[in-house]
């Protein structure tokens, strides 16, 4: 398991694809933060009642609330990482010397998640430092619980472990479909425009069971009066649909067929 980690960990390495899109994260992280502090978008919240967008916990809340990059992200990488692996028969090859599935799957999952995960967290909190150094952590009054540090470290941490539930369907359809190209559009059109359709049509009891699904796990902690039940609870369920979605995959991975 550790050597195929540090085979994981050297490819990523090496990924080109991993490096510029580091590197466009971050341009257009700091070119957003800027633009945030602008006195036109200042105005702009202040008329939208959305002031606390304006202070550093609300700013992160704000740019977590919105799946649409992350997602991006993740179904760019479940392309690029794992059905990738699969056209250059890394994974084949992997098992034709001996690698037992479960090892060469997990270490593949594990990697993509904290790849995408990490990648998801530059975008978010980077976006947020230029309004957090211009106006702080915010008052109560204007930012509820995320005017704490630990709220704010708690709705981080809850947010990315439901964030992954959601970028596991991901890796999971991309050792279904085991195509780059396939993955990267069933992953993005699928997961954001089924997810979004779903809340614009659903009834709101069919939304709170969706929201304690991958789809919206994420919602229940990415709000001002955020609660450590809020928290943990989101954690936990997260860990189940983590653990189930897991478990799917690697069924699925152990009676297929490569070729």
Known sequence: MLSLLRCEWYQIRKLWSLKITVFI?????????????????????????????LYYGGSICSSMSDG??????????AGW????SFENRVIQE???????????????????????????LIYWCVTALPVGFKYGLGTMDSCGNLSGISYIIGMVAAGSVAYISLF???????????RT???MAICFVGILLGGNLLA???????????????????RRVLKLDVSWF????????????????????????????LK
């Not at 919240?45 to 967008?53: A, E, G, N, R, V």
């Not at 992997?94 to 990490?118: E, F, P, Q």
Request: aromatic share 12%; hydrophobic share 50%; charged share 15%.
């Open 25 to 53: 994260i971050l341009a257009a992280s700091v070119i957003f933060g800027i633009k945030f502090t602008d006195p036109v978008y200042v105005s702009e919240f202040k008329i939208l009642d959305q002031m606390y967008t």
């Open 68 to 77: 649409a990059m992350a997602l991006l992200i993740a179904s760019l990488f």
């Open 81 to 84: 990482m794992i059905g990738g």
């Open 94 to 120: 992997c098992i034709s010397y001996g690698k037992k599935r479960s090892t060469v799957y997990l270490a593949k999952m594990l990697t993509y998640s904290i790849a995408v995960t990490v990648l998801c």
């Open 168 to 178: 596991t369907i991901c890796g999971l359809i991309a050792f279904c479909k085991r």
């Open 181 to 183: 190209g396939t993955t």
């Open 200 to 218: 614009s049509v659903s009834s709101k009891d069919i939304i709170k069971i969706v929201n304690y699904t991958p789809l919206g796990l994420y």
């Open 230 to 257: 809020d928290i943990t609870q989101t954690v936990g369920i997260s860990l189940v649909w983590i653990i189930l979605l897991w478990i799917v995959g690697y069924f699925i991975f152990q009676k297929a067929e």
